[in-house]
């Protein structure tokens, strides 16, 4: 993890804030080409390191950009292959590739997100009705527990919007096992303020660090790792002072506590990418804010985006997201009107779900082309479009991504079994 000072790059590029960067493509695709070269052997020895707000350098932070596919995950491992060898670039890669495993994860089992979402308001409840875990869980939300680098990474998720990997794995283990909170309600607060949010990558995240992926294997954060890996964040060597003393020194794995997170038992169904020909003069594509890639496989009439799903049942998401995801949809709808030719309106059309008929109708569409969501918000929010478009006599068509197909189907159990396949997925993108 530790890697000799010999090989570290500064990117005096990266030294910027997350809130500053712009929900675009163009700037997506600027970050990946300012990164790629730095993808190899010093994000190998390097990645673990938390330098601190601002100065996330040998990371790459393009994961608002990537959960949101303004860029995909084949252009990443494009760039990052291109600057270096497949060996240098091996550990940034498997990265990539854990996004997808995590959305494949889920996938196979569909009704973890809807449990946890109906489970959240009770246990939040449970929550405040307990006089001790009321404040710890106000404490830590406003980053006042006394645990240092717990508040600054507090501070950091909700003034920018971005934490660290490591630092998300030292969070969401100090909040289970030393605070003692509910692993749920971290997550949902993750959730809420991660411009990067994405249920599965979070959920899952938060399920592994608590030992409820690996059964048996929970994840404990220690004073010495986060010392000698996130020094930028401490200002005493004192554990009293710091309150690393107060860290706990097991991690207990919990008790699986969601009833249906049965596996699927049928292969993954996901819809086909082609369409034969569809007339373009009445078809319309909707954009989400987990797919806004505009590799369809049809040409299209009029263009609209779904205005920022909601993410919680307890809370709303801080005004970083709403901002980051609103622009992103904003920006996706404009260049998908131009790729079109499509006349487009003053106002770009960002729809609550329940308002996409009423928009279908005035534009004359006979059918609406949707990228396929994953469990999650979006995916409650395009069940509900369906039900109402399809209610409206207007067809209603999904379409899924080549390398959602190509690598879900590996995710079912551990990530072993996917990431031996690394080599064969990069052969088929075309990537060797
Ligand atoms: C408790 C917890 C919660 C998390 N919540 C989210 C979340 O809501 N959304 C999210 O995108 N990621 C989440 N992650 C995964 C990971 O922390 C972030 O993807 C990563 O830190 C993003 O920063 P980066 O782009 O600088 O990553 P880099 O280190 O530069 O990695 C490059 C890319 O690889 C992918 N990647 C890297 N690490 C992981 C990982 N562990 N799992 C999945 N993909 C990964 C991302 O697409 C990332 O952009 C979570 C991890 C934990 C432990």
Redesign the pocket.
């Known amino acids: 993890m530790q890697g000799s000072s010999s090989r570290v790059f500064a990117n005096d590029l990266f030294e910027q804030d997350i809130p500053n960067r712009t929900p675009t493509r163009e700037h997506g695709l600027t970050a990946l080409r300012q990164f790629a070269p730095l993808a190899g052997r010093s994000y190998q020895d390097n990645?673990n390191k938390d330098c601190g707000p601002g100065q996330?350098r040998f990371?790459?932070?393009?994961?608002p950009y990537?959960?949101t596919r303004l860029i995909s995950e084949a252009e990443?491992l494009s760039a990052a292959l291109c600057k270096n060898s497949p060996n240098a670039a091996f550990k940034?890669i498997q990265?990539?590739f854990?996004?997808g495993y995590?959305k494949g994860w889920m996938e196979h089992r569909p009704n973890l997100w809807p449990a946890l979402w109906s489970r959240l308001e009770t246990v939040h409840a449970e929550v405040q009705d307990n006089k001790w875990q009321r404040q710890a869980y106000q404490l830590a939300c406003a980053g006042e527990t006394g645990i240092e680098p717990f508040d600054a990474w507090v501070h950091e998720l909700v003034t920018t919007g971005y934490l660290?990997?490591h630092s998300?794995?030292w969070f969401?283990s100090i909040w289970i096992f030393s605070l003692q909170l509910p692993w749920e309600l971290g997550a949902d607060f993750?959730?809420r303020h991660?411009i990067?949010?994405?249920p599965a990558?979070?959920t899952l995240?938060?399920r592994?660090?608590a030992g409820l992926h690996t059964k048996g294997k929970a994840y404990l954060a220690t004073a010495e790792n986060i010392r000698r890996n996130a020094a930028p964040r401490m200002t005493t060597n004192s554990a009293s002072l710091s309150g690393l003393e107060r860290l706990a020194s097991a991690a207990v794995p919990l008790e699986e506590t969601l009833p249906n997170d049965a596996l699927r038992q049928a292969p993954l169904d996901l819809p086909t990418a082609s369409f034969g020909d569809l007339e373009d003069a009445t078809t319309g594509l909707l954009l989400t804010e987990t797919d806004l890639g505009l590799h369809t496989p049809t040409a299209f009439h009029s263009v609209a985006g779904l205005a920022p799903v909601q993410r919680s049942p307890i809370g709303a998401s801080s005004e970083l997201v709403e901002r980051f995801i609103r622009g992103a949809v904003v920006d996706a709808v404009v260049r998908g009107q131009k790729k079109c030719n499509v006349q487009a309106d003053e106002a770009v059309p960002l729809l609550q779900p329940e308002r996409v008929v009423a928009w279908a109708q005035s534009q004359g569409l006979h059918r609406l082309v949707v990228a396929y969501a994953p469990s999650g918000p979006t995916r409650q929010a395009l069940d509900q479009v369906r039900a109402a478009v399809t209610a409206a006599g207007i067809e209603y068509l999904e379409f899924s991504r080549n390398y959602d197909r190509l690598v879900w189907p590996y995710s079912k159990r551990g990530f072993f079994q996917l990431g031996k396949n690394i080599p064969e997925f990069l052969a088929a993108m075309g990537l060797t």
Request: charged content about 20%.
């Open positions: 990645r996330h990371v790459s932070q393009l994961s990537v959960s990443v940034f990265e990539v854990w996004r995590w660290h990997n998300r794995m969401a993750f959730y991660l990067d949010g994405d990558c979070n995240g938060w592994w660090v």
